[in-house]
């Protein structure tokens, strides 16, 4: 059964330290997306990448880092300098390329990070 | 700058009345939009979609409108039942600069009352 799975659901970070979210496809899909939604905010992209070893910045990359080292695996590590990282964090896939526009997103279910 | 907006944060509608939700953008390159459906907790999910070669298009209760010299989009259902309650995001394709990504709206939560 194709997916897209996001662990954990829910994730409890210190102040000073660098967490990993992961994002993990068995779509075949090239392209993953990773999004932060906050109240009012919608959903704002933060890094994207189209293939394998290549990824892009978002509209909102300061204080992550991504890693695109297998087609099925995206993580989102959420650095210390992300000075407010508290937020619901989404991942995606699609097909990528001009398929993209036919077929659209398949978002994974999220994960809840929290700064305690 | 948001080049895909959503006007209405909010909106709420009686049960088995017409529910409307708009959304503007500022790019005549965009050329194909999707509306996705999104509960707490949960990733947004797939509702319908439109080319811009099209000015409506229906599947079911949901029919999505689009008006291209307005750069305006609508997303209507009919009739509304309290499972609709959600938020709803607009998006639109972009293909600039060799990247191929959907740029969303901020989203509109809708509520529908039994």
């Known amino acids: 059964d194709g997916g897209i799975t996001q662990s954990p659901k829910y994730l409890f970070r210190k102040e000073g330290q660098n967490v990993t979210l992961s994002c993990e496809q068995n779509?075949?899909?090239?392209?993953m997306y990773w999004y932060r939604q906050d109240p009012g905010q919608g959903l704002r992209l933060i890094y994207y990448?189209?293939?394998?070893?290549?990824?892009q910045k978002g509209d909102i990359a300061e204080g992550y880092s991504v890693s695109r080292e297998k087609k099925e695996s995206f993580p989102l590590t959420v650095t210390s300098a992300q000075k407010n990282p508290t937020a619901f964090y989404l991942c995606a896939s699609s097909i990528g390329g001009t398929g993209t526009v036919n077929y659209g997103y398949t978002f994974g279910s999220g994960t809840r990070l929290t700064v305690v | 700058d948001q080049q895909v907006k959503q006007n209405s944060p909010s909106l709420s509608v009686q049960e088995g009345r017409i529910s409307i939700l708009n959304c503007d953008y500022t790019?005549?390159?965009?050329?194909?939009f999707l509306w996705y459906k999104k509960y707490p907790a949960e990733g947004p999910t797939f509702l319908i979609s439109?080319?811009?070669?099209?000015d409506k298009n229906e599947d079911g209760r949901f029919t999505v409108f689009l008006n291209k010299s307005a750069k305006h989009l609508s997303l209507h259902i009919v009739p509304s039942q309290p499972g609709d309650s959600a938020v709803y995001f607009c998006?639109?394709?972009?293909?600039?600069?060799?990247?191929?990504?959907?740029?969303f709206g901020t989203g509109t939560r809708l509520k529908v009352l039994a």
């Open positions: 998006a639109a394709f972009s293909s600039f600069s060799g990247t191929y990504k959907y740029i």
């Open positions: 990448s189209q293939i394998v070893n290549d990824f």
């Open positions: 439109i080319s811009s070669i099209k």
């Open positions: 779509l075949n899909h090239d392209a």
């Open positions: 790019n005549s390159m965009f050329d194909y």
